[in-house]
């Protein structure tokens, strides 16, 4: 029978002990499933009416005997895509996107889904009520999580129209966050800021903005545009927003993953 390794060692160089009721070797740690929770941007991508749509230029392509090197030129809004939205971007004196705390960036997050509903109502909103009920089945929302909105709304974005959901007067109707519930999870909750796969974590409709301005305006973040919510657990994952570091932005597409 083979030895066991007492002195195997994890990933951090710490030593990794046998069971000391079994004596059983120490089992390695299983890999993390990652979540990739970012849309693949592309010129036809839905953007907030005025934005400057997407764009990709060829500059060059590979050429080893001439000594070039594939590459693009791109332009785009800040607010393109699955990205994320700086306190600065609704709130005077609000930090920029280069400042977010790293440490905010790489947390817990809740998933509160009301898919169910927007199918019926895409005019629904995220209320105080379903936090509360998200809590009384897996308990309090983690410290210093990103609390996410499931609307299913990801699986609208190639369909022309359909991810707006514009009426004939141009009025968006698409679900988001009451503002109540905003300003229930900015001060009743610990938490980094909030999240959605729609377009922006106000309902389509609003007029005011008040999720915007309630999140940014307590200095915490959004990010807007979020695809495979349905595939993480409503608590019990990490997710990784890649946030761009660009000076003085007021957001920026970016990688957002959920580690399960």
């Not at 699955?82 to 440490?103: F, K, M, N, Q």
């Not at 889904?113 to 809590?135: F, K, S």
């Not at 915490?220 to 495979?228: G, M, Q, R």
């Amino acid at each position: 029978m083979a030895r066991h390794d007492v002195h195997a060692v994890d990933a951090a160089g710490r030593r990794r002990r046998p069971d000391p009721v079994t004596g059983a070797p120490p089992r390695r740690p299983r890999p993390r499933s990652v979540v990739d929770l970012t849309h693949v941007l592309t010129p036809d991508f839905p953007a907030w009416p005025g934005d400057r749509p997407f764009e990709i230029h060829l500059v060059s392509r590979f050429d080893p005997a001439g000594g070039e090197f594939f590459a693009n030129e791109l332009a785009l809004h800040e607010h393109t895509g699955t990205h994320i939205d700086a306190p600065a971007h609704a709130s005077l004196g609000g930090i920029t996107v280069e400042r977010i705390d790293p440490r905010d960036l790489v947390v817990p997050i809740a998933v509160i889904d009301i898919a169910a509903r927007a199918a019926q109502d895409p005019d629904t909103l995220l209320g105080v009520r379903d936090i509360l009920t998200l809590e009384r089945e897996h308990g309090a929302l983690p410290e210093r999580c990103l609390v996410a909105l499931h609307s299913g709304w990801a699986a609208r974005v190639s369909t022309p129209g359909a991810f707006t959901n514009a009426d004939a007067d141009g009025v968006h109707h698409t679900p988001g966050f009451d503002p109540a519930a905003v300003q229930f999870l900015v001060r009743e909750r610990n938490i980094v800021g909030i999240g959605t796969d729609t377009l922006t974590v106000d309902a389509g409709r609003s007029a005011d903005y008040g999720a915007h301005v309630g999140v940014l305006g307590a200095g915490k973040y959004a990010v807007e545009v979020l695809a495979n919510l349905d595939k993480i657990p409503p608590v019990g994952a990490t997710v990784v927003v890649g946030a761009p570091t660009h000076a003085g932005g007021s957001g920026g597409p970016c990688r957002v993953f959920a580690l399960l």
